[in-house]
Nanobody, 124 residues
Framework: QLQLVESGGGLVQPGGSLRLSCAAS????????IGWFRQAPGKEREGVSC????????NYADSVKGRFTISRDNAKNTVYLQMNSLKLEDTAVYYC?????????????????WGQGTQVTVSS
């Protein structure tokens, strides 16, 4: 069974940084595009970033462009989300999910095998 596990969340002050990890178990990430999503209380889940299986293509939501960087290390079966210059509005539960193709879009319905999420709280 495909399983993704997120880690790396925590409490950080505005302007700080965190690196989230998305590790796969039970399957090899090599053939999957991976997306990062987030959901704040009372809001719908939204796409943050996605990366193709090779890592050669990436896309970002406008709200995080220039601040977040997605990358992958297929040898470690892990995808990362480096988050810099964090803002209060980045507070959310962050999820990763897999897709069998890379479209460059971050539509929730295109992704599956969701992880359990990791909480990111930006607060002073």
């Amino acid at each position: 069974q495909l399983q993704l596990v997120e880690s790396g969340g925590g409490l950080v002050q505005p302007g700080g940084s965190l690196r989230l990890s998305c590790a796969a178990s039970g399957f090899t990430l090599d053939y999957y595009a991976i997306g990062w999503f987030r959901q704040a209380p009372g809001k719908e889940r939204e796409g943050v970033s996605c990366i193709s299986s090779s890592g050669g293509s990436t896309n970002y939501a406008d709200s995080v462009k220039g601040r977040f960087t997605i990358s992958r290390d297929n040898a470690k079966n892990t995808v990362y989300l480096q988050m810099n210059s964090l803002k209060l509005e980045d507070t959310a539960v962050y999820y990763c999910a897999a897709a069998t193709w890379y479209s460059g879009t971050m539509l929730v319905g295109d992704f599956g095998s969701w992880g359990q999420g990791t909480q990111v709280t930006v607060s002073s």
